[in-house]
């Protein structure tokens, strides 16, 4: 939602640090709450008569029963990644935020048939679609958000099963069709932790791999999680841009 010349000063809570909590006690509170309790309240009253809404219920399926506004804020100015390291880049996502990340990024933004930020999301497709885009662009963000959603439901099935898809329909299909380039570098890492038993996200250290192919090391007995950030032999970045800095710049 777009406020023109709206209020920036409002403390809006995001909705999945609430879960099971009564929102009474959460509603907006500031510089022209009001405006904005209103469109949430109005909002109620118009998706509880929408068509969508009435066949979800006959189906025994939630309704969308709700808008909720949270993290707000005003346009940022930022840089392009050209601007900034001289090298074109795309992304692939399901989630509106971080393509609005990436069109300030200046990236093309690739659209994938079937994407859907959940368990059931088309994970091969967005693996196809990353190597295709590199054969045009230098650098590619792809980004999945099933595994934080599952977080979210407080599913341990679904969080394993959003692992165990990425790891397989993603990992395994990227470095596949990154065979086609004769050098090329990997940067994995979660933008960080959303634990099942918690549902919401935390401020721990998220464990990142970086890999070049152009380096022989051998770390296939060195697991991938979070038990990595306790180790003393490893790169730390207490400020999130320099891990960047060091992928482009200095790797």
Request: hydrophobic share 35%.
């Given at each position: 939602m777009?406020?023109?010349?709206?209020?920036?000063?409002?403390e809006?809570v995001?909705?999945h640090d609430?879960l099971?909590?009564d929102?009474i006690d959460?509603?907006?509170?500031?510089d022209g709450?009001?405006?904005i309790?209103?469109?949430m309240?109005?909002?109620v009253?118009?998706l509880?008569?929408?068509?969508?809404n009435?066949?979800?219920?006959?189906k025994?399926?939630?309704?969308?029963n709700?808008?909720?506004l949270?993290?707000?804020?005003?346009?940022?100015?930022?840089?392009?990644?050209?601007?900034?390291?001289?090298?074109?880049?795309?992304?692939v996502s399901?989630?509106?935020?971080?393509?609005?990340l990436?069109?300030?990024a200046?990236?093309?933004?690739l659209e994938?048939p079937?994407?859907?930020?959940w368990i059931?999301?088309?994970?091969?497709?967005k693996?196809?679609?990353?190597?295709?885009?590199?054969k045009r662009?230098?650098?590619v963000y792809?980004h999945?958000?099933?595994p934080?959603e599952?977080g979210?439901?407080?599913?341990?099935d679904?969080?394993i099963?959003?692992i165990?898809?990425?790891d397989?329909?993603v990992?395994?299909?990227v470095?596949?069709?990154l065979?086609?380039?004769?050098?090329?570098?990997i940067?994995l890492?979660?933008?960080?932790?959303?634990?099942?038993?918690?549902?919401t996200?935390t401020?721990?250290p998220?464990?990142?791999?970086?890999?070049?192919s152009?380096?022989s090391i051998?770390n296939?007995?060195v697991a991938y999680?979070?038990?990595?950030?306790e180790?003393?032999?490893?790169?730390?970045?207490?400020?999130?841009y320099?891990l960047m800095?060091?992928f482009?710049?200095?790797?």
């Open positions: 777009v406020w023109s010349g709206g209020d920036v000063d409002i809006c995001p909705p609430i099971g909590k929102i959460y509603l907006p509170v500031g709450e009001q405006v309790r209103n469109i309240q109005e909002s009253n118009i509880e008569r929408h068509p969508i009435l066949d979800r219920v006959k025994g399926k939630n309704p969308g709700s808008v909720w949270w993290g707000q804020g005003r346009r940022p100015k930022m840089p392009t990644f050209y601007e900034k390291y001289e090298i074109k880049g795309a992304l399901a989630v509106d935020l971080t393509k609005g990436g069109i300030y200046g990236f093309e933004i994938v079937g994407m859907t930020g059931d999301t088309n994970y091969k497709g693996a196809d679609a990353t190597i295709d885009a590199l662009v230098d650098f792809l999945v958000e099933s934080d599952a979210h439901s407080g599913s341990v679904n969080k099963r959003a165990e898809d990425f397989k329909f990992v395994g299909n470095l596949s069709g065979k086609a380039f004769d050098e090329y570098r940067l890492l979660p933008d960080h932790p959303t634990p099942v038993c918690m549902r996200h401020a721990d998220v464990p990142f791999v970086l890999f070049d152009r380096d051998d296939k007995d999680d979070e038990t990595i950030t180790r003393n032999d490893i790169l730390v970045f207490d400020e999130g320099k800095d060091y482009i710049k200095e790797l």
